[in-house]
């Protein structure tokens, strides 16, 4: 079933439980689930009031559309 997950971070998540950071991915463009891999480049032109659709196989912005209650 196809489905559509929001995600408001632009940026990763680092958390460091040993003694080097992890970054875990908070936009969802990753390709290298959960790590970041730096696909979070796609999301720095996003308005706040906007809500994007991205391409999951070239992370591309399909669409684009006001954001708030439809
Ligand atoms: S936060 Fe998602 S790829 Fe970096």
Sequence with gaps: MPRLVRHDLTGPIKI?????????CGCGLTRNF????????????????????????TQTVVEERPDGPS
């Design 34 to 57: 959960p790590f970041c891999d730096g696909s979070h480049k796609a999301c720095k032109a996003e308005r706040p009031d906007r809500l994007y659709v991205y391409d999951a196989d």
């Design 16 to 24: 460091e439980p040993q003694d080097k950071p992890v970054f875990i």
